[in-house]
């Protein structure tokens, strides 16, 4: 595969970023390793940022389960049926499907990313990979940016100090892929 196939030159920043890196529309630049535009922080998570997102999402689900954990004895105090205790206590009731909502969106984004880390990928890639050229010829689930899990987990980690260099993934690797992983 031929690297020059595969860039692609960013008319609005007039560049031509990095492998992994695309334009975000809502913030007007090219980000790095971009993963995607967070709405709730308004944002792009990034090379830069995406361990912080990460760890705000961990710190957000373990918050909203200590909310839920001490909300739930106050809530669970009455011996009334739990529709007549829902319409009588209607504002806490409220407030604690809002710590349930908060808690179920924030993990299970939590468990999403995880995923995306252990496998070298990004949301962006997971979502569009038919469309990015480099991406077309690979199984869906697999990335060819991964180094094996302590690896990948150690990209992660380390990759807003260290900045990786990624390379086009050679057809070599992609046909041994394919051999390694048939049936």
Request: hydrophobic letters at 40%.
């Amino acid at each position: 595969i031929n690297d020059e196939d595969h860039m692609c030159y960013c008319s609005i920043c007039k560049i031509t970023p990095p492998l992994r890196s695309t334009h975000c529309r809502k913030c007007g630049k090219c980000v790095l390793r971009r993963d995607h535009h967070c709405p709730w922080l308004g944002i792009c998570v990034g090379l830069n940022n995406h361990f912080f997102f990460v760890l705000y999402l961990l710190f957000d689900s373990i918050t909203f389960f200590i909310f839920i954990k001490e909300s739930y004895p106050i809530t669970s105090q009455s011996n009334d049926s739990f529709i007549k205790w829902f319409f009588t206590s209607f504002q806490c009731a409220i407030i604690c499907s809002i710590g349930v909502f908060g808690f179920l969106q924030c993990f299970f984004l939590l468990i999403f990313h995880s995923f995306l880390i252990i496998m070298n990928k990004t949301t962006w890639e997971s979502i569009k990979a038919d469309k990015i050229s480099y991406l077309k010829e690979w199984h869906s689930a697999i990335s060819p940016f991964s180094r094996g899990l302590l690896m990948n987990i150690k990209e992660f980690i380390t990759m807003r100090w260290n900045h990786p260099l990624y390379q086009f993934p050679s057809d070599l690797r992609l046909e041994q892929w394919k051999e390694e992983n048939s049936f």
